[in-house]
Nanobody
């Protein structure tokens, strides 16, 4: 069983920044893909950014130019740097790891963008 634990969420004003972290209990070097998703109230969960193994990171259109995903293999941790935050970025953010054919999810961390 692989465990993922997100942290770093909180309340921020519009235009502010947050960095989310996702600690993984298994080597992320061996993951087939790592990703961040989010789910706003009343909406479906949507992809924010995805890092396929050996591939190019892809971002949702709303994330391009504002969000940056990174990873530290030595720490088995993935990050999501979010800048220029908007109220519509308010959501629960989840990290995801794919190992072979199994997806693993964290419990989510709340991000609220409000003045």
């Amino acid at each position: 069983q692989v465990q993922l634990v997100e942290s770093g969420g909180g309340v921020v004003q519009p235009g502010g920044s947050l960095r989310l972290s996702c600690a993984v209990s298994k080597s992320i070097f061996s993951a087939n893909a790592l990703a961040w998703y989010r789910q706003a109230p009343g909406k479906q969960r949507e992809l924010v950014a995805r890092i396929p193994s050996g591939g190019i990171t892809n971002y949702a259109d709303f994330a391009k130019g504002r969000f940056t995903v990174s990873r530290d293999n030595a720490k088995n941790t993935m990050y999501l740097q979010m800048n220029s935050l908007k109220p519509e970025d308010t959501a629960v953010y989840y990290c995801n790891a794919l190992y072979f054919l199994t997806n693993y999810w964290g419990q989510g961390t709340q991000v609220t963008v409000s003045s």
